[in-house]
Structure formats: C-alpha cells, structure tokens
C-alpha cells in the first residue's frame, strides 16, 4: 500500500499562486507516477497534471498549461503542484494520485484524502 497526505490548499484572490505538496510513504518503490486530480461541487472529478515517478515526462490538462507546473523530489518521496495565476474556476477540492503502472491512466491506484482550494474572484 501506498499512503498519500496533501498540504498547501487555502484562499486566494485571482490572480493569486498556491503550492500543493503531496507526501508518499509506503510501498513507494511501486510507485510509476503521481499526479493530481480535481472535483469541484456537482462536477466529475477532472485530471489536472502528472509527472513520471522519474520527473522526467510531464503532463497537463489543457486549462491548467502555463499555468500549473508538476514537480517532483526523488529523494524526499514528495511531488508538488505549483499553481500561478489561479481563477476561480479553479475552486475545487485537489487530489494526489499514485498510479504502478502509468500517469495517463483515469483511475489512479491510491488516493490521498484532498485539499480544498478556493479562488475568490
């Protein structure tokens, strides 16, 4: 198993930046990619970004591209999600994802718990 705590969520006015981190700890060494999801009230859940276990592909929904930028920290087992320019539509509440196999699967294999973001306008 592969356990995943989100920090960093909060208010900001547009315009604004957020840092969302996510730490790993478990089975880690199964881990192929992590990434981030999102769901705001009465939506579906949506892909945001995902970045290789490696750091070295990376990969982004077109309404979050140039603006949101998916890091990783090999040797801390952490990823972050660095949010620049946020608007409102970006209210929702962020989820880590850890996938065995791939980033560009729809359903991650483990899930952390989510943080809220809010983007006032």
């Known amino acids: 198993q592969v356990q995943l705590v989100e920090s960093g969520g909060g208010l900001v006015q547009a315009g604004g930046s957020l840092r969302l981190s996510c730490a790993a700890s478990g089975r880690t060494f199964s881990i192929a990619a992590v990434g981030w999801f999102r769901q705001a009230p009465g939506k579906e859940r949506e892909f945001v970004a995902a970045?290789?276990?490696?750091?070295?592909?990376?990969y982004y929904a077109d309404s979050v591209k140039g603006r949101f930028t998916i890091s990783r920290d090999n040797g801390k087992n952490t990823n972050s999600l660095q949010m620049n320019n946020l608007k409102p539509e970006d209210t929702a509440v962020y989820y880590c994802?850890?996938?065995?196999?791939?980033?560009?699967?729809?359903?991650?294999?483990?899930w952390g718990q989510g943080t809220q973001v809010t983007v006032s306008s």
């Open positions: 994802a850890a996938d065995r196999q791939s980033p560009l699967k729809r359903l991650y294999d483990f």
């Open positions: 970045i290789n276990w490696s750091g070295s592909s990376t």
